[in-house]
């Protein structure tokens, strides 16, 4: 078979230090430690620092990828950053990933799809590179869900972790790498999960914040229902796909909402569980993030090896589901050696230097009043 093909050959996370245990959550809310893993699987989540941001998490994490792919930020064409917490509606979160890590010739994009925004963002990609239109780019999911949570509601603040996960797609004549994706939507289930405040259909105001509209509004039970309704489908669909058996699949890697849906999953597709990737009981759920951050360690652990094949999927708000599967590639052979701790300095240097200007302005407008 002839032709181009989108190869992952980089993978990267970032966390936040702040580790939020259950046993803390219940000193805030009426749950305790045994209800919320009893319901969900979770043990803790990571909570961002004030000094940290949805676009540093995602700079750490591309520099991280960029580093295993060996592959210097100024050779990116693209960069999509997948999120629903943005550092602000425009300009997009990943025009700042891009300056921060001196990508000056890459084209940059947010996608908005909640949770399944990864896996829509990888297609996406992939499908630029094999057109022949780029070469080599970045996907990027990454969130600070605890500035959206209302800390008193149980039935969210339990659930949602702050973090970033990071892909490198890069073109190649060899077969491999992505292979074919599934994207669905379900708009009528849009009052299932949603955050109602801060668009236009309702702009902030005295009101909407009184009314704690800005917070995740989510129906729990039935948006179980969906995700244990289509996880399995959706898997199944995309190895149907690319021409693959389940008994092909070395890894599902989902995403990581609850463990009794990842248990459905399997269940569905008749699998055993060892043959998923779950880490949700050291995250949470990290919403768009939570899939290539469960990727990231699956490698750690040397459960993904090239040449495997694998099967990525996901649900979320919209309603938005799907999956992707691709044969797991690996970095390119390269002479070259290509150390990314300068680009670290750089983006560094550029966050120090915005805040110093932050202040400067802040202190000539004050003094101009």
């Given amino acids: 078979m002839n032709g181009r093909f989108a190869h992952i050959t980089g993978w990267g996370m970032a966390v936040p230090e702040r580790v939020l245990t259950n046993d803390e959550l219940a000193q805030m809310v009426d749950t305790d430690d045994a209800w919320i893993q009893a319901r969900t699987g979770i043990l803790e989540r990571r909570i961002a620092a004030p000094d940290e941001t949805t676009a540093s998490l995602a700079v750490d994490a591309t520099l991280s990828a960029l580093r295993v792919a060996n592959l210097p930020p100024v050779d990116l064409d693209l960069i999509i950053v997948s999120t629903s917490t943005p550092d602000y509606l425009f300009p997009a979160t990943a025009c ?70 990071a892909f490198v797609l890069q073109a190649s004549d060899q077969p491999g790498g992505v292979a074919a994706a ?13 955050i109602p405040g801060g668009g236009s259909a309702l702009p902030a105001s005295e009101h909407t914040f009184q009314d704690g509209q800005h917070f995740i509004k ?73 899939i290539p951050i469960a990727t990231c360690e699956a490698v750690e652990q040397n459960r993904l090896h090239p040449g495997d094949q694998v099967i990525f999927v996901g649900f979320g708000a919209g309603l938005t589901w799907g999956s992707l599967a691709a044969q797991w590639s690996g970095p390119f052979p390269t002479a070259r050696r290509v150390h990314m701790r300068p680009y670290r300095w750089l983006a560094a240097l550029r966050s120090v230097l915005r805040r110093a200007f932050r202040w400067l302005e802040g202190l000539i407008w004050g003094r101009r009043q």
């Fill in 182 to 194: 599934v994207m669905r939507s379900d708009g009528s289930g849009e009052e299932l999960l949603k």
């Fill in 218 to 290: 989510m129906n729990g039970r039935e948006v179980f229902r969906f995700a244990t309704r289509v996880m399995a489908q959706a898997a199944e669909e995309a190895a149907a796909k690319a021409n693959l058996k389940m008994e092909d699949v070395k890894l599902i890697i989902p995403h990581q909402a609850n463990k009794r849906i990842i248990d459905a999953a399997a269940r569905g597709l008749k699998m055993p569980i060892d043959r998923f990737v779950i880490n949700l009981d050291k995250y949470g759920n990290t919403s768009t993030a939570s």
């Fill in 96 to 165: 700042l990933v891009q300056d921060r890590i001196g990508a000056t010739k890459a084209g940059a994009f947010d996608l908005l799809a909640a949770c399944t925004g990864f896996i829509y963002a990888v297609n996406m990609a992939a499908q630029a590179i094999r057109t022949g239109s780029i070469d080599n780019a970045v996907v990027i999911g990454a969130e600070t869900l605890s500035r959206l949570i209302d800390w008193n509601d149980r039935g969210t603040c339990i659930l949602f972790g702050d973090g970033a996960g």
